[in-house]
């Protein structure tokens, strides 16, 4: 997997360039099994406030809780513009690579 810091377009920036509000990193993987990653942050690092998509089927839902910090991860599957299965993964929390990893 590679991964490049983008604007909010998705298009390839310095990573030494001032940000917006929000923060992105685009990986691409080789389909086996990840294509795309897209992760999208606030800036200021404060918790945003998360929604399942409308057009994805929600996989699960579920709240955490550690010494860390607190949040909530949504995750959905659904097809993506080529056909092929795509999934999505929001997180309201600063601290979720922790739940994730942990």
Same mark, same amino acid.
């Given at each position: ?26 990986? &691409?993987?080789? *389909?086996?099994? +990840? ?7 606030? #800036?200021?690092?404060? !918790?945003? $406030?998360? =929604? ?14 550690? &010494?860390?910090? *607190?949040?909530? +991860? ?7 513009? #080529?056909?092929?299965? !795509?999934? $999505?993964? =929001? ?12």
């Amino acid at each position: 997997m590679r991964c490049v810091a983008v604007d909010a377009d998705k298009r390839p920036i310095d990573v030494n360039q001032a940000v917006g509000t929000t923060t992105h990193l685009s990986c &691409a993987g080789d *389909r086996n099994p +990840l294509e795309l990653l897209v992760v999208e942050r606030n #800036s200021n690092r404060v !918790a945003s $406030a998360i =929604q399942p998509y409308t057009n994805a089927a929600v996989a699960g839902d579920e709240q955490w809780e550690r &010494a860390s910090g *607190r949040g909530r +991860l949504i995750w959905q599957d659904f097809i993506g513009s #080529s056909g092929d299965p !795509a999934g $999505a993964l =929001q997180s309201n929390s600063p601290t979720a690579a922790e739940a994730i990893a942990g």
